[in-house]
């Protein structure tokens, strides 16, 4: 089946520095969702994309969904300690009419003040 | 709109107890989606649901496990008997699909369950 393989699992950083984090797929998606998930809560949508080429912002946040379709990226900004948590990306197969997300394993984000 | 609301927050019970989780959609949304994260297995989808009709059930783990949504405006996932491996926490969402939406999956605050 479908799957997302998302990269790193974890990071631990300093405040102020800029993050990183990708997620690539051996299919074909025609919308990538960014996720983020506070301790204890359900994960909150951050970005959507639905373009190949896509490049989106909200805030110090920035996505974009990669030209053949099978990756996509999230860059936090000047990280703060407020953006801890786990960040998930998610692929949706527009060409199934599903409705159904595939999602990937989540990178851990931990900043040090 | 108040979201997707999900009860229990905290269930803790005892094995072989019954489990029963409920949510409520976002009104106007077709589809309903349940998942379970644990730590060894992340977020994994257990069933969804397409204008009230089950549509996927392939996740859900055993018999024990099963889900109704008798309305648009509500939706139950049950546990019979439940073991201590059911231990996790079960989020639901919801979504609109179709032309001019957003496909967008918007997530409760999710039910921790411990099966003691």
């Known amino acids: 089946g479908q799957q997302l393989n998302q990269s790193p699992q974890s990071m631990f950083i300093q405040e102020g520095e800029d993050v990183s984090m990708n997620c690539t797929s051996s299919s074909i998606f025609n919308t990538w969702l960014w996720y983020k998930q506070d301790p204890g809560e359900g994960p909150v949508l951050l970005i959507a994309?639905?373009?190949?080429?896509e490049l989106t912002s909200n805030g110090r946040l920035t996505a974009q969904f990669g030209i053949t379709r099978k990756d996509s990226f999230l860059n936090i900004s000047a990280s703060i300690p407020s953006d801890v948590g786990i960040y998930f990306c998610?692929?949706?197969?527009?060409?199934?009419?599903?409705?159904?997300?595939?999602f990937g394993q989540g990178t851990t984000l931990q900043v040090k003040p | 709109d108040a979201g997707v609301i999900q009860s229990p927050r905290h269930e803790v019970t005892e094995m072989g107890q019954e489990v029963t989780l409920r949510c409520k959609p976002i009104s106007g949304h077709d589809y309903l989606f349940w998942y379970r994260q644990t730590m060894m297995r992340g977020l994994e989808l257990l069933i969804y649901?397409?204008?009230?009709?089950?549509?996927?059930d392939s996740g859900m783990p055993e018999d024990r496990f099963s889900a109704k949504m008798p309305n648009a405006s509500f939706s139950t996932l049950k546990i019979q008997p439940s073991e201590p491996r059911d231990s996790a926490v079960y989020f639901c969402?919801?979504?609109?699909?179709?032309?001019?939406?957003?496909?967008?999956?918007?997530f409760g605050a999710g039910t921790r369950l411990s099966v003691l």
């Open positions: 994309l639905y373009k190949a080429g």
């Open positions: 649901f397409n204008n009230n009709v089950p549509i996927d």
């Open positions: 969402a919801s979504s609109r699909q179709g032309r001019g939406a957003k496909n967008i999956q918007y």
């Open positions: 998610a692929g949706l197969d527009g060409s199934s009419n599903t409705g159904k997300l595939i």
